[in-house]
């Protein structure tokens, strides 16, 4: 059993940026494989970044090269550090933590790009 809490999502003007945190609450962090999804009004639950237990990383396209994510295994905490935000990436973002045929969520921190 995980459990995931988010943090750092807010208002941030276009161009702006923010670094999302997520810590968990596990001994198996290590092995987990960590995502950061997101979900716009209207819209399904996307793929925004995922890294796997040995740092391998993998991202939408629509964030490629703007979005940098990372984990800390000493911390157990994985983050999302979001540059040159535009309005589209408005969205509820969602950790998640994959392994051993569970998968686990966080309750979502909201991130507004907005002028």
Known sequence: QA??????GGLVQPGGSLRLSC?????LFNFY????YRQAPGKQR???AHISPGGSTN???SVKGRFT??????KNTVYLQMNSLKAEDT???????QGGGASYWGQGTQVTVSS
């Open 3 to 8: 459990q995931l809490v988010e943090s750092g």
């Open 69 to 74: 994510i990372s984990r800390d295994n000493a």
């Open 59 to 61: 991202y939408a396209d």
């Open 23 to 27: 810590a968990a609450s596990t001994r």
């Open 91 to 97: 969205a509820v973002y969602y950790c998640n933590a």
């Open 46 to 48: 996307e793929l925004v």
């Open 33 to 36: 494989v960590l995502g950061w």
